[in-house]
Structures are given as C-alpha cells and as structure tokens.
C-alpha cells in the first residue's frame, strides 16, 4: 500500500513562488508514475504534472509549462513541485498522487490509485 504525504503549502503573493513536497512510502515496484493535482473548491480536480520513475520523464499541464517544474530525490523517497510565478486562480488544495499504470494521464485523476491528504495553497493578489 502506497502512503503519500504532502507538505510545504502555504500562503504567497502573486507572482511568488512555494515548493511542495511529497514523502511517499510503500512502493511494491520500481516502476510507477507520481503526480500533482489540484483542487479548488467547486471545481473538478484537475492534474498539474506528473513524473516517471523509471526515466524521469514529466508531462505538465499547459497552464503551468515553464513555471512549474516536478522532480523526484531517490535517496529520500520524495518528489516535489516547484512553483514559480503563483497566480491567484492557482489557489486550491494540492494533491500527491501515484499509480502503478501503463500510462495514467494527468488529464484523468482517476487513473491514479493512491493519494495523500492534501495541501493548502494559497495566493494573494
């Protein structure tokens, strides 16, 4: 069972920056894919980015491209997300996710099995 827990949300201003980071725990295999999604209240929840572990390929979504960047430290079983030049249409709870898929999309939250609990973004204009 994959265990997921988000950290480093927090409150910035427009065009700040934040990292978050997500300890994960439970791998069975080596072979996965991990992720970012957010969700703001009323709306669907929507993917970020997502990482492979076995080259290390990302995939963002457009929103984001060149301001965000995902990546993962192997020694301490965390991945990350960092986030440049926040906006305040980006504020909303952000979520770790992991699937041991073929190919899951970011564009489908449900082709991921395992997520953590959550952290709070928020941004100021």
């Known amino acids: 069972q994959v265990h997921l827990v988000e950290s480093g949300g927090g409150s910035v201003q427009a065009g700040g920056s934040l990292r978050l980071s997500c300890a994960a725990s439970?791998?069975?295999?080596?072979?996965?894919?991990m992720a970012w999604f957010r969700q703001a209240p009323g709306t669907e929840r929507g993917g970020v980015a997502r990482?492979?572990?076995?080259?290390?390929?990302?995939d963002y979504a457009d929103s984001v491209k060149g301001r965000f960047t995902i990546s993962q430290d192997n020694a301490k079983n965390t991945l990350y997300l960092q986030m440049n030049n926040l906006k305040p249409e980006e504020t909303a709870m952000y979520y770790c996710?992991?699937?041991?898929?073929?190919?899951?999309?970011?564009?489908?939250?449900?082709?991921?099995?395992?997520w953590g609990q959550g952290t709070q973004v928020t941004v100021s204009s």
């Open positions: 996710a992991a699937s041991y898929g073929l190919a899951p999309s970011i564009r489908r939250h449900k082709d991921f099995d395992y």
């Open positions: 439970g791998y069975t295999y080596s072979r996965y894919y």
């Open positions: 990482f492979y572990s076995i080259t290390g390929s990302t």
